[in-house]
């Protein structure tokens, strides 16, 4: 099994027999976002699973995305409860919409994935930067040989649709 | 759908003090809100022979609190479970029941939420590795209960346009509720301008939109009509409950929008098809207040105002003591204590009865005042029907219907 990963005093574990998360993460350490793409219906899914969970087929492949996307809902963490992320509040974690596969295969429905939102130097982005509606790319944040994680930073390209931020 | 629908009644309630520092074991706990409920009930130890409890490895199991009492058991399970398994495990014992293997059954939760295992998730929960689906959201900072549901509030208040003093409402109300009930761990009043002003935890949540983290132990004891029309206490029928119903996709609900959308689209046509009754016929609301958002959201989702509109309904007055259906008239889990869910079903029992714990001298007897103003009376006139929204995370939830 490889080591453990610490991060911010948190122990990350992804055991040899985790197909889920293994191969997601050696992806995510070459800087690529893959998600789990059904070979049945051809549907695309995230976190990874075994089934699809629109046609229980069990077999896939790995499908790289764009690795864009629109905040869909975000929040600030003032009070971190991980001591490892005291440092980093006010903190911004967001929800985000990718653009494949959006409003598929019902109109609720859509690839979200949760990260931090980020400077370029993987620092937090600053609170009046946060809006559902504002466009993101990921960007990867090295942990170990093994592992990276997928993070987003604002992306230089107009909003798609209404762009909002809680009121001060 | 199979209903049995007033076959089966709440016949005990009883609970320990609620504080932040029990001092005693959650075993200690368990033994002391469960014997209370008995009494309550009329009954003996001899005659209940079923035990449901619910935990996350944080309490005493069943198999050691029974004996202490003298109980012997003809049916038990602990269940692994948090919020909205008060509800599902009252359905799940009149199953118990209805299947031949017991005759009564004894529900507990027991837990030092506050002074051993902290359900605001910090220390020895924080500690924790993190593995599986978790590494989809932990490692970014979001792990506590108001990390994990803050994205649903925020795209409500985007959608819909729901504001901070509109929500704080709930608080305010709850307050109120809390400051007629002795057992209340906060009892003091409070105003928008408390809670919008308070700290942020979480944006959109402030610190008083949080729920308090709690030592205490609770009971309910469920068994059938039959029997109890022969115990001392008017019964409280169950007319229908619905447990642990989920949304598509509930180990990641995100994906499966709209994420504003709760539990309670999908138990509202089983609970109340089991019923027979809408929202309309509700005079008492206990909805799962772990924070002032969950509340609006369960309210909207079960009909008692339409889709996107329960920031006006939350503030409108409706909620509150001598307002048109009042939520959670303990004080809940904002201002009681935090229960994991069982309080509420407690309170509305008592509220059925007619015999709410406020400071009216004589309600055990059944005489209030109904006067309303801090240090009074909490018992709702005439109270002949209750809901309880049972909320364990956004995609997951459960109801309970009870008559007088
Ligand atoms: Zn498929």
């Given at each position: 099994m490889p080591q453990p990963v610490q991060y911010r005093g948190m122990t990350l574990i992804v055991p040899d027999n985790d197909s889920e998360w293994t191969e997601f993460y050696a992806h995510a350490r070459a800087h690529r976002l893959v998600v789990r793409k059904c070979t049945a219906c051809g549907l695309m899914r995230y976190?990874?699973?075994?089934?699809?969970?629109?046609?229980?087929?069990l077999e896939w492949t790995w499908q790289e995305l764009s690795a864009r996307g629109t905040i869909y809902s975000y929040e600030i963490v003032h009070?971190?409860?991980?001591?490892?992320?005291r440092e980093l509040t006010p903190y911004p974690v967001v929800l985000v919409e990718l653009?494949?596969?959006?409003?598929?295969?019902?109109?609720?429905e859509a690839l979200r994935i949760i990260g931090n939102l980020v400077k370029p130097d993987l620092t937090p982005e600053a609170e009046?930067?946060?809006?559902?509606?504002r466009r993101v790319r990921v960007i990867f944040q090295d942990l170990a040989d093994h592992m990276a994680l997928p993070q987003f930073t604002l992306a230089d390209e107009p909003a798609p649709a209404r762009v909002w931020r809680l009121p001060e | 759908m199979k209903t049995l629908r007033d076959?089966?009644?709440?016949v005990g309630v009883g609970e320990t003090e609620y504080s932040r520092?029990?001092?005693?074991?959650t075993r200690a706990m368990a033994v002391e809100a469960i014997r209370r409920a008995i009494l309550d009930a009329g009954?003996?130890?001899?005659?209940?022979?079923g035990m449901l409890d619910y935990q996350g490895g944080d309490s005493t199991l069943a198999n050691h609190v029974a004996p202490d009492l003298g109980i012997r058991l003809n049916f038990y399970m602990d269940v692994m479970g948090g919020g909205s398994s008060t509800e599902a495990l009252i359905g799940l014992a009149m199953g118990a029941i209805e299947a031949g293997m017991c005759n009564t059954v004894a529900i507990y939760r027991s837990m030092n939420?506050?002074?051993?295992?902290?359900i605001g998730g910090t220390g020895a929960r924080a500690a924790q590795p993190v593995r599986g689906l978790d590494l989809a959201q932990v490692p970014f900072g979001m792990r506590s209960a108001g990390q994990n549901f803050a994205l649903t509030f925020m795209r409500h208040m985007y959608e819909y346009g729901t504001t901070s003093a509109q929500v704080a409402r709930v608080k305010v109300a709850h307050s109120r509720h809390a400051s007629q009930?002795?057992?209340?761990?906060l009892k003091e009043r409070v105003t928008v301008e408390d809670v919008v002003g308070s700290r942020w935890i979480v944006k959109p949540l402030h610190l008083l939109d949080c729920c308090l983290e709690t030592d205490n132990a609770t009971c309910l004891i469920v068994t059938s009509a039959e029997r109890a029309r022969d115990l001392k206490r008017r019964p409280v029928y169950i007319m229908g409950v619905a447990g642990r119903v989920s949304k598509p996709r509930?180990?990641?609900?995100?994906?499966?929008?709209?994420?504003?959308?709760?539990a309670g689209y999908y138990a509202k046509d089983i609970v109340f098809g089991q019923a027979g009754?809408?929202?309309?016929?509700?005079?008492v609301t206990g909805s799962?207040?772990?924070?002032?958002f969950t509340t609006l959201l369960q309210l909207e989702e079960y009909g008692f105002?339409?889709?996107?509109e329960g920031g006006q309904y939350v503030s409108?007055?409706?909620?509150?003591?001598?307002?048109g259906r009042p939520n959670n008239?303990?004080?809940?889990?904002?201002?009681?204590?935090?229960?994991h869910g069982m309080s509420m079903v407690i309170e509305n029992v008592r509220q059925l009865r007619g015999t709410?714990?406020?400071?009216?001298?004589?309600a055990a007897e059944?005489?209030?005042?109904?006067?309303?103003?801090?240090?009074?009376c909490r018992q709702v006139k005439d109270a002949e029907i209750t809901m309880n929204l049972g909320?364990?995370?956004?995609p997951t939830g459960s109801a309970l219907i009870l008559r007088r």
């Open positions: 976190p990874p699973t075994h089934a699809c969970p629109w046609c229980m087929e009070h971190a409860i991980q001591p490892g992320f653009d494949e596969q959006r409003g598929q295969p019902t109109p609720d009046a930067n946060v809006a559902i509606g | 076959q089966y009644c709440v520092a029990s001092g005693r074991t009954l003996t130890a001899r005659d209940v022979d939420g506050y002074s051993e295992f902290r009930n002795p057992k209340a761990l509930l180990d990641f609900h995100w994906a499966h929008g709209p994420i504003t959308r709760v009754i809408g929202p309309e016929d509700v005079d799962y207040d772990a924070f002032t105002c339409k889709k996107g409108s007055g409706i909620i509150e003591l001598g307002g008239t303990s004080g809940g889990h904002l201002c009681e204590g935090y229960t709410v714990d406020d400071y009216c001298p004589r059944g005489v209030h005042t109904y006067d309303y103003s801090p240090g009074r909320w364990a995370v956004p």
